[in-house]
């Protein structure tokens, strides 16, 4: 239900931007406003939908359904998606784009409708509070758990802010592109990272966590800072 709701309200957003965009009425505090929405819808929709896979799948196909995932979310977020907006973008503005994108949240809500949770998942359900206070008490008995969340946040407020920001912007102003180019680009950019995302997950899919994983994965983070 957090999932279906968090589509809605993101469908919503991208829709609004898309059609003020459309009708050439759109302006700044728009863009600020209904992508504060998108963002704080965004914020229920991952959580549930990175935990939702033990509440779909046996144990036993755990691991399948995890290495799935770790090919397909690199590969849509990174390959695919970009590579069809950028498409989009170029051949019929941006406005149409968001709107696109609009109508693929309402897919998804349709989608997560047929899914059926087995019956011990959604007993857990039931106690949310509980499930927070174990999840905060977790963390907080863990220190690599609460320097790892810290981490996280530092890097994706260093990294994807002026990443997506900066990048649109050094595509068109300092390089004079034009919105279609620069559309191509930004897609294919992203595309590129996709790739190397897509290989390194297979890669560590067919072999087993490094003793010293923690230390691995915050290497990884600082070595996508400096890049």
């Avoid at 939702?52 to 397909?72: I, Q, Y």
């Avoid at 390959?79 to 907006?85: E, M, Q, S």
């Avoid at 907080?140 to 912007?169: E, K």
Wanted: net charge positive; hydrophobic share 55%; aromatic share 8%.
């Amino acid at each position: 239900t957090v999932m279906i709701v968090s589509d809605i309200v993101r469908a919503v957003a991208i829709g609004a931007i898309g059609a003020l965009g459309a009708f050439g009425v759109l302006r700044l505090w728009h863009v600020v406003t209904l992508g504060a929405v998108f963002g704080f819808a965004n914020g229920f929709f991952n959580p549930a939908a990175r935990s939702l896979v033990p509440d779909l799948l046996p144990d036993e196909d755990l691991p399948r359904g995890n290495a799935l995932l770790s090919s397909a979310r690199p590969l849509l977020l990174w390959i695919v998606g970009p590579l069809c907006a950028g498409a989009i973008v170029a051949l019929a503005g941006p406005a149409t784009a968001l709107l696109i994108d609009a109508v693929s949240f309402v897919g998804s809500a349709l989608l997560l409708t047929r899914l059926v949770r087995r019956g011990a998942a959604a007993e857990r359900s039931r106690r949310p509070l509980q499930d927070l206070r174990d999840g905060v008490r977790f963390v907080r008995d863990n220190r690599w758990a609460t320097v790892w969340l810290a981490t996280v946040a530092f890097s994706t407020l260093a990294f994807h802010g002026p990443f997506d920001v900066l990048i649109p912007t050094m595509l068109k102003v300092d390089l004079g592109l034009s919105e279609a180019r620069a559309g191509w680009w930004i897609a294919s950019i992203f595309a590129g990272g996709g790739v190397a995302a897509l290989l390194v997950s297979v890669a560590v899919g067919q072999r087993d966590l490094p003793r010293r994983f923690m230390t691995v994965l915050y290497c990884a983070e600082a070595l996508t800072l400096i890049g």
